[in-house]
Structure formats: C-alpha cells, structure tokens
C-alpha cells in the first residue's frame, strides 16, 4: 500500500450485527500520490489494494490514451463503500459486499480539466468515451471477482460496482 502511495488511517473494528462489519477497516482519501479518492471510503486494505492497482497501472493509461485533452487523472469518486446492508438495498436476501468492506460503486472519474461519469456503454456505441467505458468494465474484471457495469441490471446504471467476493474455482462475474 505504502509503495503505491495509497493514503489511509487505519479505523476501529466495526461490528454492526447481521454479518455487517470489517475486522481491521481503513478510511482511504487516495489511490496514489497523485489520485485522490472522494469522499473518503471505508473499506478492507484488500479492496483498496485492488482499487489502487487497477488505477495505477490500467485505469490512468487508458485514460490517457481515450481522453488526453482532460489532463492528467485527479481523483476517482464513488457512490458507496461500506454500508451495512443486503444485495442492491433489498428488505431481505443475500447481504451486500458492501457490508463486509469487499466493494465500492464509482460514480465518476476527475481529471485537471473535467469530470468523466461513469456511464453506459452500449456495445454498438463507436465513440471513444464509450470505448474507454467498455476498457473500463472490461480490466476491472482483472482485479475485482464481480463487474457490474453501468446499465448490467437496474440498480447499476450510473455507477461500477466493484468487489473482491471470493467464490469457488476462482469464478468471476463480469457484466
Ligand atoms: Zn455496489
């Protein structure tokens, strides 16, 4: 974490009942040196670790590559880290990664010269932005186990849905 320059403060156990809550959390306020990460997030150390990787070495490149007018990357912004609650906000049901500290929903992307929103990507859509988008959801499956792109189901449609949920046989799912 220190290596990739990641800023955060180690928190107090959280303990919420109903299998809500992190063991060792951390508030995070950046990915590098460089990228800040707004508003600050509670998460696990793994889900951070992730986040900062996926950024440094495949987010900021193909940014660069789709959208070099925007300058350089500044800060990734998101929606959602830990909240203890089910699957999507549901009364009952699976509960969320977000309740362990497994996931973060980003909602958009801030450069020197602009802010990028999460959008979606229809798959016929021939412009970079959607290009860039489509990069997006796609090398994000090589960091996190679960992919929801915005637009995959109704409850993701402004945001990418991140986390680190470990399932069987090193199965992902990637939408
Ligand atoms: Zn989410």
């Known amino acids: 974490m220190s290596t990739l320059g ?14 809500c809550g992190i063991d060792r959390p951390i508030a995070v306020t950046a990915l590098s040196r460089s990228v800040k990460l707004e508003p ?9 670790l992730e986040l900062a990787r996926m950024t440094r070495d495949m987010l900021e490149p193909a940014a660069r590559l789709a959208m070099p007018e925007k300058g350089r990357l500044t800060a990734v912004h998101h ?9 999507n906000g549901a009364d ?25 929103p ?18 997006l959801n796609a090398f994000a499956c090589l960091y996190f ?16 849905h991140l986390d680190i949920l470990e399932r069987n046989g090193g199965f992902r799912y990637c939408r």
């Open 6 to 19: 990641v800023a955060f403060r180690p928190l107090p156990r959280i303990d919420e009942g109903d299998g």
């Open 40 to 48: 600050e997030a509670t998460l696990r150390c793994d889900t951070a």
């Open 79 to 87: 929606a959602s880290a830990y909240v203890c609650r089910n699957r």
């Open 92 to 116: 009952d049901g699976k509960i969320s990664e977000h309740a362990r500290g497994n996931a973060i929903d980003l909602s958009s992307l801030e450069f020197e010269k602009g802010i990028v």
């Open 118 to 135: 999460m959008s979606i990507a229809r798959p016929e859509a021939s412009d970079l932005p959607a290009a860039f988008q489509r990069s």
């Open 145 to 160: 186990r679960t992919v929801l792109s915005p637009g995959s189901d109704a409850a993701h449609q402004d945001h990418l």
